[in-house]
Structure formats: structure tokens, C-alpha cells
Nanobody, 115 residues
Framework: QVQLVESGGGLVQPGGSLRLSCAAS????????MGWYRQAPGNQRELVAT???????NYADSVKGRFTISRDDAKSTVYLEMNSLKPEDTAVYYC?????????WGQGTQVTVSS
């Protein structure tokens, strides 16, 4: 069974940092294109960052320079390092994995940036 499980969310003050993790099971992880998305109240889900099987990365303009996506194929895990967090980063963050003919979503983890 394919499963993605996010962890690492929480409450952080503006300017702080969090590291999100997404552990995959039931997949050949090295074949998956991975990404992080987020959805804030009243907004549609938006792409935050992606990473290919080869390690190429892409970021939304709103997080470029502050967030870093990485993957560890040996652990079947993708990470999102978030620095210099802003209140507008507050959202539920979702892990996504995609291969040919299949897409899987995690349940999401809440990130709240507030003083």
C-alpha cells in the first residue's frame, strides 16, 4: 500500500525555522517525483517546492531563498527545511509523490507562524 506520512509541523515565531519530513512506504521511492504543497485557509492548494529523482529542485517565488527541499532515497524520505518563516507561510503542508500513472498525497501537517 502506498503511503506518505508528514511530520515536523508546529507553532513557530516569525523568523524561526522548521524542518518537515515526509516518509514514504509501499513505493519505489527513487522513481518518484516529490513535492511539497500547502493550503492556507480560504486559499487553494499551491505548489511550494519539487525535487526530481535526479535531485533537480524548483521553488515557488514566495519561498525561494528561504526553503530547501531535499531527498534521501535510502530512507525513502523527502524534507522541507523552512527558514525565515513569515506569518503568510501559515498553512497545512502536504507531501506529494508522483510517478507515471500515479499520484499520492499525505494527510498534511499544520505549520503556524505567529508571535
Amino acid at each position: 500500500q502506498v503511503q506518505l506520512v508528514e511530520s515536523g509541523g508546529g507553532l513557530v515565531q516569525p523568523g524561526g525555522s522548521l524542518r518537515l519530513s515526509c516518509a514514504a512506504s509501499g513505493v519505489i521511492f527513487s522513481l518518484y517525483y516529490m513535492g511539497w504543497y500547502r493550503q492556507a485557509p480560504g486559499n487553494q492548494r499551491e505548489l511550494v517546492a519539487t525535487i526530481t529523482s535526479g535531485g533537480a529542485t524548483n521553488y515557488a517565488d514566495s519561498v525561494k531563498g528561504r526553503f530547501t527541499i531535499s531527498r534521501d532515497d535510502a530512507k525513502s524520505t523527502v524534507y522541507l527545511e523552512m527558514n525565515s518563516l513569515k506569518p503568510e507561510d501559515t498553512a497545512v503542508y502536504y507531501c506529494n509523490g508522483r510517478t507515471v500513472g500515479a499520484t499520492t498525497w499525505g494527510q498534511g501537517t499544520q505549520v503556524t507562524v505567529s508571535s
